[in-house]
């Protein structure tokens, strides 16, 4: 299966059973719901319908979350990309005041669509996605290609290729990165 032919929309209310039906599926991140990096109540951290609900009540509310991947009409990739204030700190930098600051958190495809390149065409949509929304800078805190763990969160070089610096670290594994963007 090739990343060529996919569509990209961004996670709406009308989107959410999109988004359900790809998380609840074979293999998908219905144990986290993607709220990893979101704030939550601390009693509610572990428990999966508690995430679920609570991503559900962002997207009702037509807070940004994320992208969907598709193909013929179904579901098949997901980035979370959302402005940075909306994710628990990440140990990103400093910006000149007037920046917007949009940050990526989490790559999710489907099994046969991984190492077909999706993850570099979520990020260039997830780009697109920002800048049309305003953001002037978008941030991300992926890992090396070896690392153990985050790896939901990308790759250090599908950033640099798609045109990311690096700033520093966050912790041990995670690289910050960022890029300017035009609207």
């Known amino acids: 299966m090739a990343s060529d032919d996919l569509e990209f929309a961004v996670v709406t209310p009308e989107r959410w059973g999109d988004l359900a039906r790809l998380f609840e599926g074979r293999g998908g991140p ?7 990096w979101r704030e939550m109540p601390s009693g509610e951290r572990g428990d999966n319908e508690a995430k679920r609900a609570a991503l559900e009540g962002r997207v009702s509310a037509g807070e940004p979350v994320g992208i969907l991947g598709y193909r013929d009409r179904e579901p098949v990739a997901w980035c979370a990309v ?20 949009w940050a990526i958190v989490c790559f999710f495809a489907v099994r046969a669509l991984r190492g077909t390149g999706v993850s ?9 996605v920002a800048a049309d929304a305003g953001a002037t ?25 798609g045109g990311f610096a690096q700033l520093g670290m966050a912790g041990t594994r995670r690289h910050v990165m960022s890029k300017r963007l035009d609207r």
Do not use: N
Not at 141 to 150: A, C, G, I, L, N
């Open 30 to 36: 219905s144990y986290c719901w993607c709220m990893v």
């Open 82 to 101: 959302a402005p940075r204030e909306t994710f628990r700190s990440m140990g990103g930098a400093d910006y000149e005041d007037d920046a917007v600051v």
């Open 120 to 128: 570099r065409r979520l990020l260039a949509a997830a780009c697109e």
């Open 137 to 161: 800078v978008i941030e991300a805190y992926p890992v090396d290609p070896e690392s153990p763990s985050y790896g939901f969160m990308g790759r250090v070089p599908t950033f640099l290729d």
